[in-house]
């Protein structure tokens, strides 16, 4: 795994992370409720930059995009789950769960160790 895909994985959970919250925040705090555009510019901007971010790493890791489009979605696997769990009681461990986790380290594993050409 080099630097480049470390720094990938962390922006894609970062950048997720923001993304569950803009989207979420107005089913766990009541406060939120109401509130599209501030939560869109709050968590949505540093979102945005944080995928802009961890693409390039990507790219520049695996030199093509479709590596790095699937390592985006298989991190949401990771973080999603954990924040769902975690803030609104929603548990990872029903057997479809389970198993698109398990798919997902798949994914993950294929696009960090599976090397092309």
């Given at each position: 795994m080099t630097p480049?895909?470390?720094?990938?994985?962390?922006?894609?959970?970062?950048?997720?992370?923001?993304?569950?919250?803009?989207v979420f925040s107005q089913h766990i705090w009541p406060w939120w409720q109401g509130k599209p555009v501030l939560a869109t510019m709050l968590f949505g901007v540093?979102?945005?930059?944080?995928?802009?971010?961890?693409?390039?790493e990507a790219v520049l890791a695996m030199g093509e995009a479709w590596g790095p489009r699937m390592l985006g979605f298989g991190m949401s696997y990771i973080t999603f789950?954990?924040?769902?769990?975690?803030?609104?009681?929603?548990?990872?461990?029903?057997?479809?769960?389970?198993?698109?986790?398990?798919?997902?380290?798949c994914i993950i594993s294929i696009q960090l160790f599976w090397k092309t050409s």
């Open positions: 480049e895909l470390m720094r990938a994985c962390a922006y894609y959970g970062m950048g997720q992370m923001l993304a569950f919250f803009q540093p979102a945005g930059f944080f995928f802009w971010f961890a693409t390039r789950p954990i924040l769902a769990w975690y803030f609104m009681n929603e548990t990872p461990f029903s057997p479809k769960t389970l198993l698109c986790i398990m798919l997902s380290f």
